[in-house]
């Protein structure tokens, strides 16, 4: 029997399950786990004690650094995932997943690394400050592919990201963009809808509604090259 997505959180140490995200991430993803995925998830989990962002005192028993990693390349079990992170001991390579040793608020280093690639499913769980989180999304937010989701872990409490700088990212990442808050756990989510063909040619957005508190829903098809 295929582990749930907490279940595999908590395998590997995670702490994705204790804090409640699987709460919203496993309807949200439910419908495209069969699917071709291209996971990238920014912070990877460093157990260097005093560390920015260390896993040490908050990582369930077992943990070694890539525990979510782990845990979504067994959710999808046809996806690969990519991890980036500025702390060398996050620096492995197993079955479907890679990492890079790269700072994502760099956009020349995020460039270099990652050459052409794009994603259905980009998460920022880096440092948690606003303004990395914002800049983390200016970098990366041109590689999220149409349909795809980008998710903002740890919007703490006094994060501007919510508050001063919310209208910024809604004029960056446009009119074909819709965004939730999620009122427990503070985290945001973008999905970047599909742009559909009119007949005479023109195009439109589906399901744009930017800026709106209602949850985006996975349609069981993440992207128009999901299965490219």
Known sequence: MDLSLGELFNKYGSDKDRNGYTAFYEPLFKNIRTQQIFLLEIGIGTMIPGAPSSMVGYALEGYKPGGSLRAWRDYFPKGQILGSDIQPDTQFSEDRI??????????DEMDRVLGNRSFHIIIDDGSHYDEHQLQTLKNLWWRLRNGGYYIIEDVVANSRIPTDFRKEIQEFVGPNA????TEAKNVLIISKERVARRRNGTRRARGVNNGTRHAPRSNGSPSDEANS
Not at 178 to 181: I, L, P, S, V, Y
């Open 98 to 107: 890679s990492t890079v040793l790269a700072n994502s608020t760099n956009r």
């Open 178 to 181: 819709r965004m939730f808050f």
